[in-house]
């Protein structure tokens, strides 16, 4: 079984651009996970997905972001109109739905750098 | 308020000694989780050890363990035996059922910096 993969690993753009990155969760985990990362920081949570429903949203998450899950697999978070603040590591989670734990398993991030 | 806090933003360990990485966490949820995540300078976050509140005894996974002191709130991670690919960044993370609304998102400390010295 592959693990979280996340595409692309670096992004590097212009203010004012629009960016869209991908993450495939590890098969069957119906719950995915956005995080944002800025330096010297922990992982702040952004959305979650249950299958291809968005179930929550953190206020972290402006009018220029959106993600979707269209078929419930993999997942894509859009910015538009990137700005400097925007400069983080993108993370994307998966776990199983059922279970106790429910453990998240981390994808190696995008990291992205507004200019 | 801060939810998770871990106070040492860096910590030095000898090779073959064992470290403490402190965290405490802040919840009036009586159902929760606490996990220990790796994070390398690759980035990747590695998932190391769970707790739950419910859980009798102290989780342990190889060399990590996890002192959970419920009383007190603190979930610290003992690391034994060090190595040198065990430097890296260390974080703790609460997740809260909230009444069943939370969808399990994390909530993360700051991080502590571990350096491991041959």
């Known amino acids: 079984d592959t693990g979280v993969s996340q595409d692309p690993r670096h992004k590097i753009t212009k203010r004012g651009q629009n960016v869209t990155f991908r993450c495939d969760p590890i098969s069957e985990h119906n719950r995915l996970y956005w995080y944002r990362q800025t330096l010297g920081q922990g992982p702040e949570f952004l959305t979650y997905f249950q299958n291809e429903a968005q179930l929550e949203k953190s206020r972290l998450l402006s009018d220029r972001f959106s993600a979707e899950r269209p078929k419930g697999s993999f997942s894509t978070l859009e910015i538009q109109r990137t700005e400097q603040g925007d400069s983080a590591m993108y993370l994307c989670?998966?776990?199983?739905?059922?279970?106790?734990?429910?453990?998240?398993?981390f994808g190696p991030g995008t990291r992205l750098l507004v200019l | 308020a801060q939810k998770i806090t871990q106070t040492q933003p860096g910590m030095f360990v000898q090779e073959k000694e064992a470290v403490t990485l402190d965290c405490t966490y802040d919840t009036s949820d009586p159902s929760y989780g606490l996990f220990w995540y790796k994070q390398p300078s690759s980035g990747e976050m590695i998932f190391l050890i769970y707790q739950g509140s419910y859980d009798q005894q102290n989780a342990t996974e190889g060399r990590y363990s996890l002192n959970f002191q419920k009383a007190r709130k603190s979930a610290n991670l003992v690391i034994s035996a060090s190595q040198l690919g065990d430097s890296a960044m260390y974080f703790c993370a609460m997740r809260e059922t909230a009444g069943g609304t939370s969808y399990g998102k994390l909530t993360f400390g700051q991080g502590t910096i571990l350096t491991v010295h041959p």
């Open positions: 989670a998966s776990s199983p739905l059922a279970g106790n734990q429910e453990t998240q398993y």
